[in-house]
């Protein structure tokens, strides 16, 4: 099945900054919507950032002003620029990619971000 990929997770300190990268598949990527989701420990996933296929931007309201989520269609990429980053901000990161033809969600296995001193 498809698998998306991700990458930049880690340990940053408050007040920092970290970019996450995901790549899908191509037939997947340039019809789909991208999105980031996170969960945290005794939280449900929530949708953080997503981008439409033709650039349209939605931030949760937490990150709005903070985030930042672009995507290069030459690299079949989306980007989440994260700054000023929170402890309130540690959780499991996750891409999604929804297709239309077919319409179906695709994910990563999630990448850990932790913001801690």
């Known amino acids: 099945q498809v698998q998306l990929a991700e990458s930049g997770g880690g340990l940053v300190r408050p007040g920092g900054s970290l970019m996450l990268s995901c790549t899908a598949p191509r037939f997947v990527f340039s019809g789909s919507t991208m999105g980031w989701h996170r969960q945290a420990p005794g939280n449900k996933r929530e949708l953080v950032a997503s981008i439409e296929t033709f650039g349209l931007q939605t931030y949760a309201e937490s990150v709005q002003g903070r985030f930042t989520i672009t995507r290069d269609t030459a690299k079949d990429t989306v980007n989440l620029l994260m700054d000023s980053l929170k402890p309130e901000d540690t959780a499991v990161y996750y891409c999604?990619?929804?297709?239309?033809?077919?319409?179906?969600?695709?994910w990563g296995r999630g990448t850990q971000v932790t913001v801690s001193s």
């Open positions: 999604s990619a929804e297709s239309k033809v077919p319409r179906r969600t695709y």
